[in-house]
């Protein structure tokens, strides 16, 4: 290489490694704040921990985690595979392997998808479009939110590498044969980690490779070059996906099978395809896609009753964005051309994806849907600019470059800045979901700790062995699945019963009368029957309500008792006291009053830990 061309890849380089810096600033600031508390997994990031913590040992996981996938007392399904237990683990060791290194090791993860981002948008259309994926990456960030992107739950955590399949299925596109393989790393660590990604992803993939064959029979002499990065591809495919097929060539019934008998025969009625679209059409809200987000952001990964989008104000951008695409398709450069069919089958993909949904339609069932939404925007300001610019540019020429003048970078690049300060200054609020458990079970685990290790009650230290179960009021348990991880990081031995094998992991089952001691959380109406076991030790109780707090708890429960009568859902009102999750999450209620017992999760109630012997159960 000349040094001309030398020079030309340094400055690129350092300009990306700058855009790159000032895209992530948010996300380093939060994982900083998010430092500063201790904090302790509950449920699925406990599930989590504990599968990133197997990586590279005897039991290192094959499938993904555990989900409402087949039956939960028989053939318990999980998301595919496990590449995002793997891909964490290296920097969860080497930040100590503690709650917080989840945080770093997905940190980590995020800068290389954004990395990754730029220079695939630079390889597309040079600084200008690396600018603007830069953009579309801040304002993704500044709406999903810097808690929610620094977690590996797993529908948050291919949030960012969701953009990176969406750009190198554009750069397979136009002819970027080492973009297929950062399609198919990209590509499988989205689908393996949720399973709403992997028809997404396929059907993508599809287009892809359809277009690879297609240029290989216009360009014969292009034909075995194309062949062996396709043949590379499958190669990199095959070797992802092995742990999967390992588990289902060993296991009766294997994961793959339970995916594909749940999802092929529902165990409900699919949504459809009039709902999917209502779902879509919200998804492309510019505003609060844009607007709502700068004001508050991080909205939409919060899921918050009463603050979604409206899929009336969708219209206009979709709309927007086909007219754009049908008036310049014929002037347009073969990029933009390229996108807006990226943008075209994604949005076909996600409608009929979405139609399949069936029980509750959650929020984050459809996050990945808002990045296809920036894309189409992307695309309809390139048709703008186009449509306003002098002369018809060469669709096989220069103009596969976004059609901007230099001077023009530095107002998108303005516009990076300030939303990438936006977002930096939210980092001191950034937490975790569920940070309120999370905040419970770490008062607790300490005192359960040296408890243990003291041997009180049938407990003998750090040589017995410990079965946590949970009689949970509120959160299902949540916070007995951390209560697992946080014994284990102490040195205890510590599982679940048999029942739980799925989410716990199978080689940490443990039946009771295997076990030294039983160590169980306790919250709300349960406390006083367990304090009645013979031989029981109480760590507790812990309790975070102010007076103002259980003032408000209290009219909201006569409130909510109330209304649930008045709407015919008598049957749920004991569930206010022993099971309010399950209350909470009944679509039957209205919106409001979902809203109140949302608020009265959020107030809680005390929590014990208690260590007992271990086959003791409640009077």
């Not at 009625?269 to 987000?293: K, M, N, S, W, Y």
């Amino acid at each position: 290489m000349t040094e001309p061309g030398r020079d030309a890849r340094r400055r690129d380089g350092a300009f990306l490694a700058g855009l790159t810096a000032l895209v992530v600033l948010p996300l380093v600031a939060g994982a900083i704040a998010l430092r500063r508390p201790p904090w302790a997994p509950v449920l699925d990031l406990a599930m989590t921990e504990l599968r990133v913590r197997d990586v590279g040992g005897a039991n290192s996981p094959l499938i993904g985690l555990p989900g409402r996938i087949g039956s939960a007392g028989g053939d318990q399904g999980s998301h595919p595979g496990p590449l995002s237990f793997w891909l964490l683990a290296p920097a969860y060791r080497l930040f100590g392997s503690t709650g917080w290194a989840l945080h770093a090791a997905t940190l980590v993860l995020d800068v290389i998808a954004v990395a990754t981002s730029l220079v695939l948008g630079h390889r597309i259309g040079g600084r200008r479009l690396a600018v603007a994926v830069a953009l579309v990456l801040s304002l993704l960030i500044i709406g999903y939110g810097l808690g929610p992107l620094l977690e590996p739950w797993n529908p948050y955590l291919p949030l960012l590498w969701w953009m990176v399949f969406l750009l190198s299925i554009w750069a397979t596109v136009l002819g970027d044969r080492p973009a297929l393989l950062v399609a198919v790393v990209s590509g499988s660590l989205c689908a393996q980690t949720h399973v709403p990604y992997l028809a997404l992803c396929l059907g993508l993939g599809v287009l892809a490779a359809a277009v690879l064959v297609l240029e290989g029979r216009r360009r014969p002499e292009e034909r075995a070059r194309t062949l062996r990065w396709v043949g590379a591809a499958l190669a990199l495919g095959a070797l992802l996906w092995l742990p999967p097929t390992i588990d289902q060539l060993t296991e009766d019934p294997g994961n793959y099978s339970i995916l594909v008998d749940h999802f092929g025969s529902p165990p409900e009625e699919p949504i459809g395809l009039r709902r999917a679209g209502t779902q879509v059409l919200e998804h492309f809200d510019l505003g609060h896609l844009v607007v709502d987000q700068v004001r508050h952001p991080g909205l939409l990964a919060r899921g918050e009753l009463g603050r979604f989008p409206v899929a009336g104000r969708g219209v206009v951008l979709l709309a927007a964005w086909a007219v754009a695409a049908a008036l310049t398709w014929r002037r347009s450069p073969r990029a933009l051309r390229a996108l807006h069919g990226v943008v075209a089958v994604s949005t076909v993909l996600a409608w009929y994806s979405i139609s399949r949904v069936f029980g509750v339609v959650w929020y984050y069932l459809m996050l990945w849907l808002w990045a296809v939404a920036l894309m189409a925007l992307l695309a309809l300001v390139w048709s703008l600019v186009l449509a306003l610019s002098r002369g018809a540019p060469d669709p096989e020429g220069e103009a596969e470059r976004p059609p901007l003048r230099s001077p023009a970078l530095a107002v998108p690049l303005l516009l990076v800045a300030l939303l990438s300060v936006r977002a930096t200054v939210t980092a001191p609020d950034a937490e975790p979901s569920d940070n309120q458990l999370s905040v419970v079970l770490e008062a607790l685990a300490g005192p359960t700790t040296e408890a243990l290790a003291a041997g009180e009650g049938d407990a003998t230290g750090r040589d017995g062995r410990y079965v946590v179960g949970f009689d949970d009021a509120l959160h299902i348990g949540s916070q007995a699945y951390g209560l697992v991880t946080e014994l284990e990081r102490a040195g205890f031995d510590a599982g679940m019963e048999p029942a739980f094998g799925v989410p716990i992991t199978h080689h940490r089952a443990l039946r009771p009368e295997e076990a030294t001691a039983r160590v169980e959380l306790v919250t709300g109406v349960y406390l006083d029957a367990w304090r009645q076991v013979p031989g029981a030790v109480e760590i507790g109780p812990f309790d975070l309500r102010t007076p103002a707090e259980l003032a408000e708890l209290a009219d909201l429960r006569a409130e909510v008792e109330v209304e649930l009568e008045a709407e015919g859902l008598t049957e749920l009102i004991p569930y206010l006291d022993t099971n309010l999750f399950r209350a909470a999450i009944d679509q039957r209620a209205s919106e409001p009053l979902r809203v109140k017992m949302d608020r009265m999760l959020k107030i809680g109630m005390p929590t014990s830990v208690f260590i007992t012997p271990p086959t003791a159960s409640r009077p």
